[in-house]
């Protein structure tokens, strides 16, 4: 089945370093890219939508400034965490379109000290 | 807008009783899909079906199966005879217009 790829899988980064995401897809090409973030025993929340070629459209409460979002070619899209703090720390996950449902990369947990 | 409620938080079962993980969901639209994900300790989440919104037919996986009623918005899932692999979050979501509003979660473990 589809793959998708995230790296790294676990992050400790110090406060105010930023911190780059990337998400892969695998033998398949993903026009658009989603990024979730999920807290502790919580929900996936919708961050934004990675659009290759254009712009990443932000979901309302998202600093779009902060979490900066490149989708340069079909298979890969970049989630940076721009001076990180500690209230960043969570678990983010990427997903791609791949019939018949959607795949999701394994998430990446960051740790901001 | 959509919302999908998980009621069930925590779960706890012996291995081989079977379990079912209750969805519900709300909507406006009429056409949309459900979807179940599991998400084993490790993190990823694991695709399990899709179902449309046109199509109510129950559907079985080997020890997986789902049954779907428009009339009373649900969508549950259900385990037979569980594992301890069968240990894990397990979330529903609805998905229309490019988004997924995932429920909370249902924490499942399955005790051996």
């Known amino acids: 089945g589809a793959v998708v790829s995230q790296h790294p899988s676990r992050v400790i980064c110090k406060s105010g370093t930023s911190v780059k995401i990337e998400c892969r897809s695998l033998?398949?090409?993903?026009?658009?890219m989603f990024w979730y973030r999920q807290f502790p025993k919580q929900s996936l929340m919708l961050m934004a939508t990675s659009n290759e070629g254009s712009k990443a459209t932000y979901e309302q409460g998202v600093e779009k400034d902060k979490f900066l979002i490149n989708h340069a070619s079909l298979t890969l899209s970049t989630l940076t965490v721009t001076s990180a703090h500690p209230e960043d720390s969570s678990f983010y996950i990427c997903?791609?379109?791949?019939?018949?449902?959607?795949?999701f990369g394994s998430g990446t947990r960051l740790t901001v000290v | 807008a959509q919302k999908v409620t998980q009621a069930q938080t925590e779960i706890s079962v012996v291995e081989k009783e079977d379990v079912t993980l209750d969805c519900v969901y709300e909507t406006r639209d009429t056409t949309y899909y459900l979807f179940w994900y599991k998400q084993p300790p490790s993190g990823e989440l694991v695709f399990l079906i899709r179902?449309?919104?046109?199509?109510?037919q129950n559907e079985i996986s080997g020890r997986y199966s789902w049954n779907f009623q428009k009339s009373t918005s649900s969508f549950n899932f259900t385990i037979t005879a569980s594992q301890v692999v069968d240990s894990a979050v397990y979330f529903c979501a609805s998905y229309n217009f490019n988004k997924f509003y995932f429920g909370s979660g249902t924490k499942l473990n399955v005790k051996p």
């Open positions: 997903s791609a379109r791949e019939e018949p449902g959607y795949t």
């Open positions: 033998d398949f090409q993903a026009t658009t």
């Open positions: 179902r449309n919104s046109f199509d109510e």
